[in-house]
């Protein structure tokens, strides 16, 4: 089945700097990635997400590449605030039959002020 | 525009005791609807999943069941709870596959104490 691995666990930056997240993963057929952020306590929530047919996706402070090459993806964001911090999910799937994404362990990010 | 609800959401139980939380979706129709558990500081740990009435796939053997008795309605259930069924436990759905809008959503969770 399909493998998630997210890097690194645990990211510190200060206020302003660039964060990056990256994913790879195992299964050449998976073609949907999305991105999920978890505020302490709450839910995780749909941030940006990318197919296959595309390279890179942008919304805002955040972007998403992807190299189906390579197998990996990974998450940006930019001009990072304090309301930034919070704990990232990223997820490969297959389009189509049960759907049920594979998720990375998770990303806490913290934006020191 | 669609919404998940669970309930309760918080929870308290002593260990060997029973166990019932509710996920309901509203404005959508035969989705597929998902049961994660979440240790403290932890991952997302899929527990069940279900694509239609009656039709439940359990992803990891344990104490813990699950019932999917109306289109837009899952439960989670235990006869006897364990002090490691801790957690944050999320409901989420997803469109029915096909239609390449296979996001899931997420439910705002219920937080299991066994003591």
């Known amino acids: 089945g399909e493998n998630v691995e997210q890097h690194p666990s645990t990211l510190s930056v200060q206020e302003g700097d660039s964060a990056v997240i990256k994913c790879t993963y195992s299964?050449?057929?998976?073609?949907?990635f999305p991105w999920y952020k978890q505020e302490l306590g709450k839910r995780p929530q749909l941030i940006i997400d990318?197919?296959?047919?595309?390279g890179e996706k942008k919304d805002q402070r955040i972007a998403v590449t992807l190299n189906k090459t390579a197998k990996h993806f990974s998450l940006h964001i930019t001009e990072t605030q304090p309301e930034d911090s919070a704990v990232y999910f990223c997820?490969?799937?297959?389009?189509?039959?049960?759907?049920?994404?594979?998720f990375g362990r998770g990303t806490s990010l913290i934006v020191h002020p | 525009s669609q919404t998940i609800h669970q309930w309760p959401a918080t929870l308290v139980q002593p260990v060997g005791s029973p166990l019932s939380l509710e996920c309901t979706v509203e404005?959508?129709?035969?989705?597929?609807l998902y049961w994660y558990r979440q240790a403290a500081g932890r991952g997302l740990q899929l527990l069940f999943y279900?694509?239609?009435?009656?039709?439940i796939s359990s992803e990891v053997p344990q104490n813990l069941s699950a019932s999917r008795p109306q289109d837009r309605q899952f439960i989670l259930s235990s006869k006897k709870l364990l002090l490691s069924d801790s957690g944050f436990y999320l409901c989420?759905?997803?469109?029915?596959?096909?239609?390449?809008?296979?996001?899931?959503?997420f439910g705002p969770g219920t937080r299991l104490l066994v003591l």
């Open positions: 989420a759905w997803s469109a029915s596959s096909g239609r390449g809008e296979e996001t899931q959503y």
């Open positions: 299964d050449s057929a998976s073609n949907y």
């Open positions: 990318i197919r296959s047919n595309v």
């Open positions: 997820a490969a799937s297959i389009s189509g039959g049960s759907y049920i994404p594979t």
């Open positions: 404005g959508t129709s035969n989705p597929n």
């Open positions: 279900s694509v239609g009435i009656g039709q």
